[in-house]
């Protein structure tokens, strides 16, 4: 069974603050996704990468960054973390065309 | 790139009865379409998907079907019970990496 392990379930940090929100799957999958969801918004991706140092910006990436340095962690980053910015976020994996994504448990922060 | 629409927003059935969910996409070129499931507080979970080379699909209560003609999809449980109150999701496939999702629907199955 796939497992897709967030490294917090809350998280609460301040304005202006550098966040990094953690993400590991034990399934040796090549693809990773982050996506944040809001209510009536579903899901958005932000970014995501289909190698190990490969990112592919998704429909909002503007204030996060990512990193891939090995393949089975993926890693979001907030610059500068801002109120607009409180949210649940979402780590995927997937291992090739055609195949589901699997989802981790979420992270849900908070920007005070 | 895609587009994924998804109707209703909300849904509210009585146990027993069937409920129906429908996406609708924009790109011929997408070829998968999964369906989650995603109860209070919990990860999103795959219930069912459904290829392009295939019209129907069928797991215990849960159907899907595909128009590839029309570019659209649809969830469909019969019997509900109130354990299937949850939010669903349905995606599209486009270029093999990204899934392009709707914007889902709370469904309530009322005892």
């Known amino acids: 069974d796939v497992k897709v392990t967030q490294s917090s379930r809350y998280l609460v940090k301040r304005t202006g603050e550098k966040v990094f929100l953690e993400c590991v799957q034990d399934?040796?999958?090549?693809?990773m996704f982050w996506y944040r969801q809001d209510p009536g918004l579903g899901l958005r991706l932000i970014y995501f990468?289909?190698?190990?140092?490969?990112?592919e910006k998704g429909d909002i990436p503007e204030g996060y960054s990512v990193s891939r340095e090995k393949k089975e962690r993926f890693s979001l980053i907030l610059e500068s973390a801002s109120t607009n910015q409180t949210s649940m976020y979402l780590c995927?994996?997937?291992?090739?065309?055609?195949?589901?994504?699997?989802f981790g448990d979420g992270t849900r922060l908070s920007i005070l | 790139g895609e587009n994924v629409e998804q109707h209703p927003s909300t849904l509210s059935v009585q146990e027993g009865d069937s409920a129906v969910i429908k996406c609708t996409y924009s790109?011929?070129?997408?070829?998968?379409f999964p369906w989650y499931k995603q109860e209070l507080g919990k990860r999103p979970q795959l219930i069912i998907d459904?290829?392009?080379?295939?019209g129907e699909k069928k797991d215990q209560r849960i159907a899907v079907t595909l128009n590839k003609t029309a570019k659209h999809f649809s969830l469909h449980i019969t019997e509900t019970q109130p354990e299937d109150s949850a939010v669903y999701f349905c995606?599209?496939?486009?270029?093999?990496?990204?899934?392009?999702f709707g914007t889902g629907t709370s469904l309530t199955v009322i005892p």
């Open positions: 995927a994996s997937k291992s090739s065309v055609g195949q589901p994504q699997h």
């Open positions: 399934m040796d999958h090549e693809n």
């Open positions: 990468s289909y190698d190990v140092k490969m990112k």
């Open positions: 790109d011929s070129a997408s070829n998968y």
């Open positions: 459904i290829r392009s080379n295939v």
């Open positions: 995606a599209a496939d486009h270029t093999g990496n990204q899934f392009y």
